[in-house]
């Protein structure tokens, strides 16, 4: 079993729509969580954070974590095609503190 | 103003050679972590390190060396038992991730092209 799981895509929603990206993970110790964006060429840049059960809404973005499902999501609201890139699944992981990413999930927004 | 600096942007290795990559932050971060990016991959960790002259190996650690002599400095060097090197690699830093709002920075990657 990987340590972080994600669809890898694409996912593909036509503007102004809702995405849903997804994210699973292994280590039942980890505590922090965090959502990169990754655009081609590019290094990855920090989107989102999030540290407790629940959501947490930062402008059009969503995080959902599940720490007993060991889930965590990530909602776009009304997307646009400058949201295409790939979205990066971090979560820190318990025993080793460690930053450990899952390989992506590749987001297209079409107008 | 704080951030991480890679340099250089691009790399080019001739087969045998050892090259050294560096990472310079200026964030007070105690963490700092090497990443390696294949295309249309994500991000594998290759060496970490929580405090100075200390350090541990990621998945990948094999063909790669790093030295942790000062908090700024996480220097990589890819040495000549790498026998695949072309890659995108990422630096970043981090506060201890023991504590909360640990979010870690990148800095600009250097592209080594293996000749």
């Known amino acids: 079993q990987k340590e972080v799981e994600q669809n890898s895509g694409p996912l593909s929603v036509p503007e102004g729509a809702i995405a849903s990206l997804n994210c699973t993970y292994s280590?039942?110790?980890?505590?922090?969580f965090f959502w990169y964006r990754q655009y081609s060429g590019k290094s990855p840049e920090l989107i989102m954070s999030?540290?407790?059960?629940g959501d947490k809404e930062d402008g059009r973005f969503t995080a959902q974590l599940n720490k007993a499902s060991q889930y965590v999501s990530l909602l776009i609201r009304d997307s646009q095609p400058s949201d295409s890139a790939t979205y990066l699944c971090?979560?820190?992981?318990?025993?080793?503190?460690?930053?450990?990413f899952g390989a992506g999930t590749r987001l297209a927004v079409h107008p | 103003d704080g951030g991480i600096t890679q340099s250089p942007k691009y790399l080019f290795r001739k087969e045998g050679q050892n090259v050294t990559l560096s990472c310079e932050q200026n964030?007070?971060?105690?963490?700092m972590y090497w990443y390696r990016q294949d295309p249309g991959q994500g991000l594998r960790l290759i060496y970490y390190?929580?405090?100075?002259?200390?350090?541990q190996k990621g998945d990948i650690a094999e063909g790669y060396s790093v030295s942790r002599e000062k908090k700024e400095s996480f220097p990589l060097t890819v040495t000549s038992a790498q026998k695949n090197p072309t890659a995108f690699y990422l630096c970043?830093?981090?506060?201890?991730?023991?504590?909360?709002?640990?979010?870690?920075?990148f800095g600009q990657g250097t592209r080594l092209t293996v000749v």
């Open positions: 970043a830093s981090s506060k201890l991730p023991r504590a909360l709002n640990t979010e870690a920075f």
């Open positions: 280590d039942r110790g980890s505590q922090s």
């Open positions: 999030i540290y407790s059960n």
């Open positions: 971090a979560p820190v992981s318990g025993g080793y503190n460690k930053l450990i």
């Open positions: 964030l007070n971060h105690d963490a």
């Open positions: 390190s929580q405090i100075v002259n200390d350090f």
